[in-house]
């Protein structure tokens, strides 16, 4: 029938603003349009039906994100469609990335010699730490030097918050880290864990305030000491 003073039907764009007195929206699938002026409805309208009332989304007070939250694209949506630009986080956790052993060659263009294996922790970590939100501040080889470990450990301890080290934390005459660690001051916070692969997992906090984590060389330890030490750790 056609509309009254008080009633109407009018085609609108979907998500457009519902004119005044109307109070239920019908899909363009749902009708069929017999001219100009008149339409011909397909299955029964009721009022409220597909309407979409402004605040429903989101309500006055809503708590829209808890603190400690990462800003992960859905938040990063809800945030831009209340119109929110800037918001407070913390910063990206540091990270350091030393990795030990003389048998490592870093440059994969390069041929193997006897003993020597291609190096792939630390890019592993690096690519593993960027997808989590870490920033790597550096990556450093060093061979089974001791002495560069300790250096390169005190240089970064006031830049990083997290020192990762690959290899030289289990028991053989090469595994330098726990002692040169005792050497510089460092507290123990745990030495090997009940797991494996990766039981000769250490944890340290520096005299700087930094913590350590040192992973075992092998690539699926250090995959293994990654997920279950490092990731909860940075999370929190």
């Known amino acids: 029938s056609p509309p009254d003073a008080n009633s109407g039907v009018w085609e609108i764009a979907t998500g457009a603003v ?8 019908v899909p363009f699938e749902r009708i069929e ?23 429903s989304d989101i309500a006055i007070a809503q708590e829209v994100s808890a603190a400690g939250q990462r800003i992960d694209p859905a938040l990063r949506m809800v945030l831009a469609a209340l119109g929110v630009a800037r918001i407070g986080v913390r910063r990206k ?15 994969a263009s390069l041929p193997l010699g006897p003993g020597q294996i291609y190096a792939s922790n630390a890019s592993y970590l690096e690519a593993s730490l960027h997808a989590m939100g870490a920033e790597v501040i550096e990556k ?36 330098f ?36 984590v040192g992973l075992p060389g092998n690539p ?14 940075l999370r929190a």
Not at 93 to 107: K, N
Not at 220 to 233: C, K, N, Q
């Open 18 to 25: 519902l004119p005044a007195g109307l109070d239920c929206i």
């Open 33 to 55: 349009k017999l001219d100009a002026g008149r339409i011909r409805l397909r299955e029964a309208a009721f009022a409220g039906q597909n309407i979409r009332r402004a605040g």
């Open 93 to 107: 956790p540091r990270v350091a990335l030393l990795s030990t052993g003389a048998e490592l060659v870093a440059d």
């Open 140 to 175: 450093a080889a060093l061979g089974d030097d001791a002495q560069a470990f300790a250096a390169q450990t005190r240089r970064l301890a006031d830049q990083a918050d997290l020192i990762l080290s690959t290899g030289a934390v289990s028991m053989g005459s090469r595994d």
């Open 177 to 212: 880290i726990p002692a040169g660690l005792q050497a510089m001051g460092a507290r123990l916070l745990f030495h090997k864990a009940a797991i494996r692969p990766g039981k000769p997992i250490l944890a340290a906090r520096l005299r700087e305030g930094a913590l350590l």
């Open 220 to 233: 699926i330890a250090t995959a293994a000491g990654l997920r279950y030490f490092v990731v909860p750790l």
